[in-house]
């Protein structure tokens, strides 16, 4: 076999053991980012625990169809690039977030585990809040009963001692 042919064969391996790790992978259209922009989403996706990447597509697809994913075939053209997200299935969206709303980048396509999301998807992944604000917002729902049950055992009690100070005050 020819080196070229081993470095291309280890290269479909790493990027096969990319995939199996990430929580998620997002493909975007680069077209419209120059190189300053460029390095400053790098930057973001690096501070965020997400690696950027070009692949060529035919590698990309090898790479997927040992994952057993053959349903992007298809849609692995023209000039994507890839974000590999590691510690949540949000992180590389929202650090894509902001050149994708200034119109320097496009998403694509994406994959949490083996499911794939639309253009349309992984834009509501994008808009998610984080993880922390999600959690106090489920915990400020479960409260709310609570605490209006309180109030409304508690008011009897209320009347009760105001009609009490009221009837004290007048003496």
Known sequence: ????????????????????????????????????????LR????????????????IMKLALNECGINSLDDKLEGTLAVAFSYNSEIDAAKAMKSCVDAE?????FGLIGTQTIDEAGLKALANLPSKDILVAQLLGLLNGPATGLVSVLNGPIRGLAVALNAIATKN
């Open 104 to 108: 320097q980048i496009k998403f694509k």
């Open 1 to 40: 076999m020819s080196k070229n042919f081993e470095l291309k064969q280890q290269l479909v391996q790493d990027i096969k053991a990319k995939i199996e790790k990430a929580a998620s992978v997002v493909f975007v259209d680069y077209r419209g980012i120059n190189v300053a922009d460029d390095t400053e």
């Open 43 to 58: 930057n973001k996706l690096r501070s965020a625990g997400c690696e950027y990447h070009v692949y060529k597509n035919r």
